[in-house]
């Protein structure tokens, strides 16, 4: 079992930053990607950005160029530093866990983000 616990999000105003943050705890494989994803509706969960346990990043594009994924192994965190926010980013961000075939994929609760106008 594995829980993912975010936390950083906030109310900011067009252009600020915020930095998310994402601890994982649990058994989990070493071998892994670690994302971010935006709740927009119920049904509706959108691509931030991924990011694998050997550094490779993938972004969505509207995201490019503002937004940066990184992780800490050795801490089990995932981290997005959210720069040059627009009121199009206000979502609830959700953590991701995607295991190899064969093990459990994770979500968190997410943490609220408002950026206004």
């Known amino acids: 079992q594995v829980r993912l616990v975010e936390s950083g999000g906030g109310s900011v105003q067009a252009g600020g930053s915020l930095k998310l943050s994402c601890v994982a705890s649990?058994?989990?494989?070493?071998?892994?990607?670690m994302g971010w994803y935006r709740q927009v509706s119920e049904k509706q969960r959108d691509l931030v950005a991924t990011i694998t346990s050997a550094g490779s990043t993938n972004y969505a594009d509207s995201v490019k160029g503002r937004f940066t994924i990184s992780r800490d192994n050795a801490k089990n965190t995932v981290y997005l530093q959210m720069n040059s926010l627009k009121p199009e980013d206000t979502a609830v961000y959700r953590c991701?866990?995607?295991?190899?075939?064969?093990?459990?994929?994770?979500w968190g609760q997410g943490t609220q983000v408002t950026v206004s106008s």
């Open positions: 649990g058994s989990m494989s070493s071998i892994n990607v």
């Open positions: 991701n866990l995607d295991q190899p075939q064969g093990w459990v994929d994770y």
